[in-house]
Structure formats: structure tokens, C-alpha cells
């Protein structure tokens, strides 16, 4: 299957650029071994190439790549298919734009087209080239520098020295992990999340319910949750509680209790968020949307929880606007080697900025993706990088702190 990678890079300062030449003759002779061709610009900075073959060859060079020294904030722009090469001339040919016309080098481009049809820029693939010829991305280009240059080092609270909490009696017990903003060193909230008794998953704990308990379940697990909160010494923090969003539907009086077990627990409703994910069809969306405007009227404030991986998506963030939103483990994984993942996450950033709806993400396990996410413009994060989260108990919250400058 004839494979397409296209990517950038930024080269290293101690790389010369007059050792270009020798770059692009290695590469060539590789290329042409592994039957791969390509396209190769550089104007300075970075280097901007295509690649194409067998989709073996092309993924074995394209790890190579991404493991050579001389170049850093490798970035995976499109990885396609196609059935015609668009370059088969040669294993690497390279242009210098810093001794090209920006026009002259697009058509230049072109005309080294192999394809039995006339390449034009309505090519997806070679509308990047178009894009980095003319620099018009520039801006959106975050160099991040490498992931040690941060030191993360545990602190250890009030809250974190208290021992565990134990659920007495009760078939669920939680984790609690906190959602930061690393600079400020502040902790924004304090997310519960549902395990078993023993520490086991949500998946786990919803498992072994038959399917007509699970809202119930659920609903009630809360209980639990805002008990445990309260040993813990929570009550002058924001407290993020789960919730499938059919709960509010299929349970009577479901705020209500909500209400009533917040109270009594010691908090009041406008210290609370309630975190609804996408990973569950709202079917009755009128009656859902009517529970979302009792939880605000009394005080609550909601999230989407998982934003980006469920059923509903940008449906779900135009039929009512949540105060926050949390963008999922799925898009921020890799997200600095990665120019889709970066596409969508800054048009989720423009989308919420426009709103006014807050946001943060979550399942942060790299110093890199940190980096990057930052220089995007997030500054709340939830993963493992700063905590992991603590069954019953309070875990220490590990800050950045600079090794050197950057």
C-alpha cells in the first residue's frame, strides 16, 4: 500500500547548515534502497518533508527520522494513502527556499510531479507545502524544548499528610486527583473518582451492576463521594464530581439529592462541579438540558468531561454551553509530535475563548505535552505528570520547576 508522511522539523543550532548537502545524499541513497521518494524544503529553520512508498519503508525511515539528533519538535502533519506517487524521480530532492522566489519553488515543485495526472495544490498533501512555501502557520509553530529540561518535584500539604479515607460499609470508594494550574502553583479543583473498595476502575465498579442499577448507582455513588470529601477536609475547596448524563434523566429527583447530600456534607452548591462525558447518547436531551438548568440555578457548575471523544462533540457544546470544558487523554496524548491532534486542539481553544467557557486538559503524562499545551494557551492540566490519583486519600502535587534556561 503506497503510504504519504508528511512532517516538520525544526534542525538543531549545532547542526551547520552547510552540512545540508550531506544530509539529502544520505537520505537519498536510503530512500532508494527502501523504495521511498520524496520532497525535502528547508528555508533556514525548518525542514519540511514528504514521504512516499511501501508503508513499511516509509514508517521504519520516518522512526529513524524521528530519532535523529540533528533536528528536534518533529511534528507528523498527514499520514495518508494514495494509489500514484506524486514524486518518484528521485529517493530525496531537496529546495533551499532561501534562494528561491516563494512562486518559482511552488511551480518548481510541481513540475517535479511524477503522476500521470497534472499535480496541482487542490492536493491535499501538497496544500502543506503551499502553507509552509508562503509561511502563513508560522505563528501556530510551538518549539517545545525537551521534556528534561523541567524538574517535577513533589510537594507534600496539610491535605496530602492526612491518612486515607475509608468508605465504611459502601460498595464504591474514590480516588482523588487534583486538576492544576502548574505556574501558579494552584490547584483549581479536586476531581473524585469512582473506583471499588479495593481500587479497581469505574469500569469495574459499573460492571458488576446489572444495567437497570447503574444511574441509581450512580446518583447514590455521589453520596460517598462528598462524605469522603468532607473527612478529607475538602469543604474550602472546588470539589469535580462524575456523573453519566442519563443519571439526571432516569432517576427521580436527582438534584434534589444531589442538593440535599452537598448540604449536608458540609459544602454548598457553588463549590461544586459536576462533570458530564460524552461517552453516553443523551436520548431525552429536553429532559437532560431541564436538569442542567436546575443544577445552575442552585448553584452547580457543569463541565463535559472526555471533550472530543464521545458521541455528541461540538453538537453537545452548541445545545448548551457547560462552564468548563475537559479536553480528552486521546487528543493531548503526543500532542507536541503531532499536527492534527495541535489542529484540533487550538480550534477547541478558539472555540471555548470565543464562549467564554473555561477549559483544561486532562491525562497529562509528558513534560512535552505540557510544554506544548501551554504555549497554546491552557493553563489547567490533570494527569499523572503533576499527581496521580489517591484511593481514599489526598496525593502530593509534583510543580515544574526549571533545570536551566530555556
Excluded at 517535479?112 to 508560522?138: I, M, P, S
Excluded at 524538574?151 to 492526612?162: I, Y
Excluded at 475509608?166 to 490547584?187: K, L, T
Excluded at 448524563?245 to 452548591?269: C, D, H, K, Q, Y
Aim: charged share 20%; glycine share 6%; with cysteine.
Amino acid at each position: 500500500m503506497l503510504t504519504t508522511i508528511i512532517y516538520r522539523s525544526h534542525i538543531c543550532a549545532n547542526v551547520p547548515v552547510k552540512a545540508l548537502e550531506e544530509m539529502v545524499n544520505a537520505a537519498n541513497r536510503m530512500n532508494r534502497h527502501s523504495d521511498v521518494t520524496g520532497i525535502l524544503l528547508f528555508n533556514g529553520t525548518h525542514f519540511f518533508q514528504l514521504l512516499e512508498g511501501p508503508e513499511e519503508s516509509v514508517n521504519t525511515i520516518y522512526q529513524h527520522i524521528c530519532s535523529d539528533p540533528r533536528h528536534s519538535n518533529v511534528v507528523e502533519l498527514l499520514h495518508d494513502h494514495g494509489p500514484h506517487r506524486r514524486f518518484g524521480n528521485a529517493g530525496m530532492e531537496l529546495f533551499d527556499l532561501r534562494h528561491y522566489d516563494r512562486e518559482e519553488v511552488l511551480q518548481q515543485v510541481l513540475d517535479k510531479g511524477t503522476t500521470r495526472f497534472q499535480l496541482t495544490y487542490n492536493d491535499r498533501a501538497l496544500q502543506f507545502f503551499r502553507t509552509f512555501v508562503q509561511a502563513t502557520e508560522k505563528e501556530n509553530y510551538f518549539e517545545v524544548p525537551p521534556g528534561d529540561s523541567w524538574d517535577f518535584v513533589p510537594e507534600e500539604s496539610a491535605l496530602s499528610r492526612q491518612p486515607v479515607v475509608i468508605a465504611q460499609g459502601a460498595d464504591c470508594s474514590f480516588a482523588f486527583q487534583p486538576i492544576v494550574d502548574p505556574f501558579s502553583q494552584a490547584v483549581v479543583s479536586w476531581e473524585a473518582l469512582i473506583r471499588t473498595p479495593s481500587g479497581d476502575s469505574p469500569e469495574a465498579y459499573f460492571e458488576a451492576l446489572a444495567d437497570e442499577d447503574i444511574y441509581e448507582a450512580d446518583l447514590k455513588s455521589k453520596q460517598v463521594a462528598l462524605s469522603m470529601a468532607s473527612a478529607l477536609g475538602l469543604q474550602g475547596q472546588t470539589l469535580s464530581l462524575n456523573l453519566l448524563p442519563m443519571t439526571l434523566v432516569n432517576v427521580p429527583n436527582a438534584v434534589r439529592f444531589l442538593l440535599s447530600e452537598i448540604e449536608a456534607n458540609g459544602l454548598v452548591p457553588e463549590q461544586i462541579i459536576i462533570e458530564f462525558t460524552e461517552s453516553e447518547i443523551i436520548s431525552q436531551f429536553a429532559d437532560f438540558q431541564g436538569a442542567v438548568r436546575q443544577l445552575k440555578s442552585a448553584g452547580i457548575s457543569v463541565a463535559i468531561d472526555h471533550f472530543g471523544a464521545g458521541f455528541a462533540g461540538l453538537w453537545l457544546l452548541a445545545q448548551f454551553q457547560p462552564d468548563r470544558i475537559k479536553i480528552n487523554r486521546e487528543l493531548v496524548a503526543d500532542v507536541h509530535k503531532s499536527g492534527p491532534r495541535q489542529a484540533i486542539i487550538q480550534a477547541i481553544i478558539k472555540c471555548c475563548s470565543s464562549l467564554e467557557i473555561q477549559f483544561c486538559a486532562v491525562g497529562v503524562e509528558k513534560a512535552e505535552e505540557w510544554m506544548w499545551l501551554e504555549a497554546a494557551g491552557i493553563c489547567e492540566f490533570q494527569g499523572h505528570l503533576f499527581a496521580s490519583p489517591r484511593l481514599g486519600g489526598i496525593p502530593q502535587i509534583a510543580w515544574p520547576d526549571k533545570k536551566f534556561d530555556l
